[in-house]
């Protein structure tokens, strides 16, 4: 069992950045694959990134390339998204999620989520 919870979310000016805390507990967590997804308001909740258990595999989507870091300290059960030049098309509740195998893309694949924290993104 992996319990997850975000912080570090906020109200930020375009252009700003912010970085995004994962905490999570529970026994497998070196072992699990993490993961960042957003949703805002109206729209279906969409892949950020994900980092493989050992931090030697990253994805993002496209739209976030280059802006966006993930990152894991095992020795500390956290994951990091580093947000950089902000936009206010990100506004949205980003969640953090695990999964007990190797990296995905896709929600679905994932088994364990935090409960979210919000982003804000003013133009």
């Known amino acids: 069992q992996v319990q997850l919870v975000e912080s570090g979310g906020g109200l930020v000016q375009a252009g700003g950045s912010l970085r995004l805390s994962c905490a999570a507990s529970g026994r497998t967590f070196s072992s699990s694959a993490m993961g960042w997804f957003r949703q805002a308001p109206g729209k279906e909740r969409e892949f950020v990134a994900t980092i493989s258990w050992t931090g030697g595999t990253t994805y993002y989507a496209d739209s976030v390339k280059g802006r966006f870091t993930i990152s894991r300290d095992n020795a500390k059960n956290t994951v990091f998204l580093q947000m950089n030049s902000l936009k206010s098309e990100y506004t949205a509740v980003y969640y953090c999620?695990?999964?007990?195998?190797?990296?995905?893309?896709?929600?679905?694949?994932?088994?364990?989520w935090g409960q979210g924290t919000q982003v804000t993104v003013s133009s």
């Open positions: 999620a695990a999964r007990r195998s190797t990296v995905a893309t896709t929600s679905d694949r994932y088994h364990y």
